[in-house]
């Protein structure tokens, strides 16, 4: 027992609090703020979509279904976020690549979404989260997604 207790202390002792506490991250209130300014763009440009933001984890923060948006936009609009967190880029990369000679091979990688619409969230280099947005175009999705991240 004394043993467990001493490297407990020793790997306690060499991780550092102080980072771990500065280190940004996605707030509730970004969220919101981010799903706000989607929101505003997608009804101004009278697009019905799904909106999810991410966490730096790829953990769902928020979600919300517009009136009338097909169900599979739900799935869609959290795997581009996932692909997006995860890759640290934007979906269209992917989608760019998949279009380009070879670029099939982007399909087998795991969480890679080949569809525009999804794209990181940084705060001061560091990623803090992700935006996926489905229910248009592609290309409506990703004019939605980066309002949102322009409002952080």
Known sequence: ????????????????????????????ADAQRINAAATEKAKTEGWN?????????????????MDGVQVGSIDVAQAKAKSAVFFKRPTK??????????????????????VEGGLPIFKDGVIVGSIGVSGVTSAQDGIIAAAGVAAY
């Open 93 to 114: 990369v992917f989608e760019d690549a998949m279009k380009a000679e070879g670029g099939a091979r982007i399909a087998t990688l795991p969480h890679a979404v080949g």
């Open 49 to 65: 979509v799904v909106i999810v933001i991410l966490d730096d984890g790829g953990n769902l923060i928020s979600l919300q279904r």
């Open 1 to 28: 027992m004394k043993n467990v207790l001493l490297l407990i202390f020793v790997l306690f002792s060499f991780y550092n609090f102080t980072e771990a506490q500065t280190k940004p991250y996605l707030t509730l």
